[in-house]
């Protein structure tokens, strides 16, 4: 995964509007990384001869090249000469899948995939894969605006490294403003935890969504999980009063909600949503909706950035 | 926000002076199960001394689970069974703050002090 992230770092070109991204799908037999970045004509050149080469070697051959390379002083201008890409195909036990496609003169979307079974040491076998132009598909019609989205098992075990994600983005992006980086991140544990705590199991996993995305003047944290169905009409009581409450009337709200149940049994303090409200002071843009699975809670929060 | 030590939550319990420390960020998703032996150290303390606890707070962050165990640590000490030491970072009005909303929860003396 940190090679197919660093080649975006190695190979990519900076530039105002950007599609590239990274993305991770686990999909029943194998694990599928994905990126995606724009990249120059000698990148280009250069990524082409060498994973033609990759893809045509058996895995001795790729061993015997990687230890070749490897005691060789020679290295390329980006610092890898490719060791990243062998490395690579030899974990994944299948072709590299990539596809270049042309912007301007000069300049590719370089997209890029690596197929990884959940059994080690076992190539996915070609049903059991999913082909690149899916991927790019996909991706590429994921609102630029998104900073990031997961989609998965929001059980406690899981959500640990979500949280390490939210994290290490909030901190660098919004540093000129404690609150702001606070704000951000605050929302994003109590809505994350949130999910974990309430959300209902559907196929043995507690499924949900989570996006942060950029919005003109600050970020918008959205949320989606499946409902128990005796919570459905407490959580739409609660969401309408929370969101009738003024600015003012919130601290007090915390204040009288947390003693009252500070000295329960439940895990919860039952003020996540408060804080969230009140330290953004936006409203919470909510909608439950019917499916075959059962009552999906879509949630949303706008968070204004203080310059 | 300073959370590099995301993954490094202090919590000791010196059961020879009676002082809790509890240092770095407190945001996991189980805070009843993790803080219940602190909450146990505490009872069997105050049930065995007739000295004061002290508990000293140096968080970066806390989640609002994280909150009311802070409530139930510190209930503990009400009726002049202990106080708090409030350290926040001194740019950090939010902890400055949250800790503040603890007081005015709590019958306990707080210190505020920013490091």
Same mark, same amino acid.
């Given at each position: 995964m940190i090679e197919v992230f660093q080649n975006i770092v190695r190979h990519g070109e900076d530039v105002e509007e950007s599609k590239d991204c990274f993305g991770v799908r686990c999909i029943a037999d194998g694990l599928h990384i994905y990126s995606s970045n724009q990249i120059n004509q000698q990148a280009h050149s250069f990524l082409n001869s060498k994973l033609k080469e990759i893809n045509k070697l058996s895995s001795e051959e790729l061993k015997s090249l990687y230890m070749e390379i490897l005691e060789s002083t020679e290295l390329s201008e980006k610092g890898g000469a490719g060791l990243g890409l062998i490395d690579m195909a030899r974990k994944s036990g299948n072709s590299i899948q990539h596809n270049f496609k042309e912007l &301007?003169? $000069?300049a590719y979307q370089f997209n890029y995939q690596l197929d990884i079974s959940a059994e080690k040491g076992v190539p996915l076998k070609q049903e059991q894969n999913i082909d690149i132009h899916e991927n790019i598909n996909i991706y590429s019609n994921i %609102? $630029?605006?998104? *900073?990031f989205y997961f989609k998965g098992d929001f059980s406690k075990d899981n959500i640990h490294s979500l949280l390490s994600i939210l994290k290490a983005n909030t901190q660098n992006d919004v540093k000129s403003n404690q609150l702001n980086s606070f704000n951000i991140f605050h929302t994003g544990v109590e809505l994350i935890q949130n999910i974990s705590r309430h959300g209902r199991c559907v196929n043995e996993f507690i499924e949900g969504v989570f996006s942060l995305s950029q919005e003109k003047s600050g970020y918008y944290i959205s949320t989606g999980n499946y409902l128990n169905e005796d919570e459905i009409s407490n959580t739409e009581e609660y969401l309408l009063q929370l969101n009738n409450y003024s600015v003012d009337q919130l601290k007090q709200v915390y204040l009288q909600t947390l003693k009252k149940n500070a *000295? $329960? %049994? %439940?895990? #919860? &303090? #039952?003020?996540g949503l408060i804080d969230v409200r009140r330290y953004n002071q936006s409203v919470i843009d909510y909608e439950i909706h019917k499916y075959d699975n059962g009552s999906y809670l879509s949630l949303g929060i706008f968070i204004s950035i203080i310059n | 926000m300073d959370m590099d030590n995301f993954d490094q939550l202090t919590v000791s319990f010196d059961e020879e002076t009676g002082n809790l420390r509890i240092a770095g960020i407190s945001m996991m998703e189980d805070s009843l199960g993790f803080y219940a032996e602190t909450k146990n150290k505490i009872d069997n303390y105050l049930l065995s001394h007739s000295c004061l606890v002290t508990v000293e707070f140096e968080l970066t962050y806390f989640n609002s689970s994280s909150a009311k165990q802070f409530i139930q640590i510190l209930s !503990?000490?009400? /009726? /002049? !069974?202990g106080s708090v030491l409030w350290k926040y970072p001194k740019d950090n009005t939010i902890m400055k703050d949250r800790g503040k909303e603890l007081e005015i929860l709590l019958e306990v003396p707080f210190k505020f002090i920013p490091i």
């Open positions: &301007a003169e $000069s %609102d $630029s605006n998104i *900073l *000295l $329960s %049994d %439940d895990p #919860g &303090a #039952g003020v | !503990r000490l009400e /009726n /002049n !069974r």
